[in-house]
């Protein structure tokens, strides 16, 4: 039966080319969509789930009160680690990890890289197990000057000589030793790095590390917990930590918990000291898309399949009459439903193979499809599975359900059958108007940060690391004099780092008035002279640093206007503040709010002190009456000239501000996509269902005709009850589509107001579509020999 079955399928797919095209072309689509979807969902959900201990590894995190608030940062003390291990019961191991490193010099014989690195202690090497190729995990990092360095980093340094024993020059100054080679890190790894250095060498690189307190933050702690240990209990034990060791931090509230390193990636966002979500939130989306995908695919197949059903009712009007069963029938349609599915399946697999490396590419991201994985082939089995019998089931129940002497009389479809197919394509369209909408609204909100006044002229600003000779104030200034007679520059400043990165914070900071219980956090940052006018900030009080006033390399100080609010100043200019154990410290000047460090949230209160010793980038404002070309290389020849052992990477301040939208912009490219191919799905559903209402109205459009009906009139009463079912999906969408849209702009400080703009340009854009594709098909009935239709009657 099962051979037969299998064959009148075959038959019937082949006899039916345009239908099984359409049919086998959506549901394709449609898996396809999904696939790729999961396929990035299981990439972005594998971060840090490859390490052996993966389960039992922890950072510490601490809740800081910030501005009235709990404020969530990975950054704790330097002594936490040492201490946690010798008196928390539950912690079997812990690795300091140095912040904020950056890009540094290394070098070997004539090759010279900027790689990325982390200072670590040995036993980060035992938590974090890594894929060593040469070397012991247990002594690559047991002396100060020892390194351990990625694959890619030996080929680049030592092409294919064997590195072990071999020296790497760090920052043109120390000689280090390779210890070790890994394997290159994968993608879905949160700590990415090209070489690893001992904790040691990063104190002997900041010796005051080694002095300082209980209060400073200064770096990040991972933590492995001991095979029988009570998550819950080493939360308790370790919440108090800080403040029972240092008691005069109890009233700004320095809180620890132990947060899993394998959410780290994707539940990165805190509210009021506890997790709010993060990337998972854009994953859960991910796969609520891919769902939608496919079930409108589904109902695509369901309605395509029933609208052929007059030319399938006497087929089964005449297995019945010679005495197939009823389930005999479901099975015939079950068989066709689930060999549709498999071919869509493998042509769903093809495009996903072929695609794939456009995608990676798109997103800079490198899923690969395991084909040793049991679970993506039983994704692939379970798919052809659920999409065969999810689409086939309604069109089995319902063309198997005609009675024998009705259909051989003369069939006519039921009113009940025609409103189901009614209400999918109503699901169908109501899937795609809220993605429509939500395209639209996270297009605007990606505008509207994109395009939104930053504060300072991004425009023509770069900025180069301050090295080699650069440290030297003399010679930093002979390199500024040099770019601008070059004529590469209009004016230059000192920066405490790269601008688009956050810096520091501190509460031991007063200014007058302030109360005695106010523990207020204010991040500040170590400029130079000029720094409002290189960066195109605007003063609104005073004046900017200048070398015009020797005071300001020692008792001056910039305030932003969050600062000022914060410390309810009214004539700022001239305050004094007091700053730990400095001498009083005078504003000279108020800077306006600028979005540097996020486009979304509010600009931190932030104080700006002269420290050009202690700051590590160079802002340069590029000359703007030549080429951008033309000064980059201008300064590439100065630095080569002046400080000719560090190759000049100039980055643009634009390209990291571009990066911090990069997150969005990912949504907004996937929802375009996918939701493009969504409304297209829902589209050849569009069409089944008025290729199904052609089938049956054929002979009342002639009868119309012969009448004396013209084009117009028919047109119009074919599609006036197309475009209802478009207008109620509307108005079932619209509603949930906003309250989406409206939770999605919560986590924003700074986002678009919700306005009627984007509904009705999905309703226009959702009537047009709609339209086009049924008439289509409606002018081709409209147009056709009322003779044929009628000739029989």
């Known amino acids: 039966m099962f051979k037969l079955n299998l064959k009148i399928a075959l038959r019937n797919l082949w006899k039916n080319k345009g239908f099984t095209l359409i049919n086998v072309g959506g549901l394709a689509i449609g898996m396809a969509c999904c696939l790729m979807l999961l396929l990035y969902v299981n990439y972005e959900w594998s971060f840090d789930k490859h390490y052996e201990k993966a389960d039992k590894v922890y950072f510490a995190a601490l809740n800081l009160k910030f501005n009235g608030k709990l404020s969530t940062t990975m950054a704790v003390p330097n002594k936490l680690a040492k201490a946690g291990v010798s008196e928390l019961p539950g912690i079997k191991s812990a690795a300091r990890i140095s912040m904020n490193n950056g890009e540094k010099l290394f070098s070997h014989n004539q090759h010279h890289f900027k790689l990325s690195g982390m200072s670590v202690d040995p036993d980060f090497l035992r938590i974090l197990d890594h894929k060593f190729i040469y070397g012991d995990p247990n002594t690559a990092l047991s002396e100060p000057h020892n390194i351990l360095i990625s694959k890619s980093t030996a080929n680049k ?75 819950a209990a080493t939360n308790t034990a370790i919440k108090n930590f800080i403040v029972n060791k240092e008691p005069d931090l109890k009233e700004m509230t320095y809180q620890l918990f132990l947060f899993p390193l394998t959410k780290f990636h994707l539940y990165d966002n805190f509210q009021n000291g506890k997790s709010a979500g993060g990337k998972i939130d854009q994953l859960r989306l991910f796969v609520f898309l891919a769902i939608c995908v496919l079930l409108i695919a589904c109902i695509n197949y369901m309605n395509l399949s029933t609208a052929k059903s007059e030319k399938r009712a006497r087929e089964v009007g005449v297995r019945k009459a010679l005495g197939s069963t009823r389930n005999t029938i479901m099975g015939q349609f079950m068989i066709e439903s689930l060999l549709l599915s498999f071919i869509a399946m493998a042509i769903a697999f093809i495009t996903l193979e072929i695609s794939l490396p456009y995608f990676n590419n798109l997103l800079n991201i490198s899923i690969k499809i395991d084909y040793s994985s049991y679970p993506f082939w039983l994704l692939l089995l379970s798919m052809v599975l659920i999409t065969g019998l999810l689409a086939g089931s309604y069109p089995a129940f319902y063309l198997s359900s005609f009675i024998p002497v009705k259909v051989l009389k003369g069939f006519k479809g039921s009113t009940g059958s025609l409103s189901i197919r009614k209400t999918l394509v109503v699901l169908q369209f109501s899937l795609s108007i809220c993605m429509i909408i939500s395209a639209i609204v996270i297009y605007k909100q990606i505008q509207y940060m994109r395009d939104k006044p930053l504060g300072f002229d991004v425009a023509a600003l770069a900025q180069i690391d301050l090295e080699g000779v650069l440290k030297n104030p003399g010679k930093l200034e002979v390199f500024k004099n040099e770019l601008k007679r070059a004529g590469a520059i209009e004016s230059a400043t000192e920066y405490a780092s790269s601008f688009t990165n956050s810096g520091n914070i501190t509460s031991d900071i007063s200014w007058p008035d302030k109360p005695k219980n106010d523990v207020s956090i204010v991040s500040y940052r170590s400029t130079g002279f000029n720094f409002a006018n290189t960066a195109g900030i605007k003063i609104v009080a005073g004046r900017d640093f200048s070398s015009k006033f020797p005071a300001d390399t020692t008792t001056s100080l910039l305030l932003n206007q969050e600062a ?24 000279v000047g108020v800077v306006q709010d600028f979005f540097n460090e996020s486009l979304g949230a509010r600009v931190s209160p932030t104080v700006y002190y002269y420290n050009a010793n202690k700051s590590e980038t160079l802002l340069l404002r590029l000359n703007t009456r030549q080429s951008l070309t033309a000064s980059l290389e201008a300064i590439k020849q100065v630095s080569q000239r002046l400080n000719p052992a560090y190759p000049a990477e100039i980055r643009l301040v634009s390209d990291g501000m571009a990066e ?28 089944g269902l008025a290729l199904y209402m052609a089938e049956q109205r054929s002979k009342e459009i002639s009868i119309r005709k012969v009448l004396g009906a013209n084009l117009s009139d028919i047109l119009i009463l074919l599609n006036k009850d197309f475009m209802k079912l478009v207008v ?55 147009k056709a020999n009322a003779v044929d239709a009628l000739k029989y009657e």
């Open 157 to 231: 340094l030592f092409g294919d000589e064997n590195p072990i024993g071999q020296s790497i020059k760090y920052d043109n100054r120390i000689s280090l030793k390779v210890t070790a080679v890994i394997e290159d890190l994968p993608k879905n790894q949160s700590m990415q790095y090209d070489i690893l250095q001992p904790w040691a060498f990063f104190e002997q690189e900041n010796p005051a590390e080694k002095e300082n307190s209980w209060g400073a933050i200064t770096c990040l702690t991972l933590f492995q917990l001991k095979d029988n240990a009570d998550l």
């Open 564 to 587: 000022v609010k914060l410390m309810k100043l009214k004539n700022p200019v001239g305050a004094v503040i007091t700053w730990g154990d400095n001498p009083p410290l005078t504003v």
């Open 660 to 687: 911090k939208i990069k997150s969005e912009k990912l949504l907004s490219v996937l929802s375009n996509i996918f939701g493009g191919f969504a409304i297209f799905i829902s589209c050849l559903g569009l069409l």
């Open 728 to 782: 109620i999906a509307n108005l079932i969408a619209i509603p949930v589509a906003y309250i989406l849209v409206a939770k999605w702009l919560e986590k924003y400080d700074y986002k678009i107001s919700i306005n009627p703009w984007p509904f009705l340009l999905a309703l226009l854009t959702s009537i047009l579509i709609a339209l086009i594709t049924v008439s289509l098909q409606t002018f081709k009935v409209a």
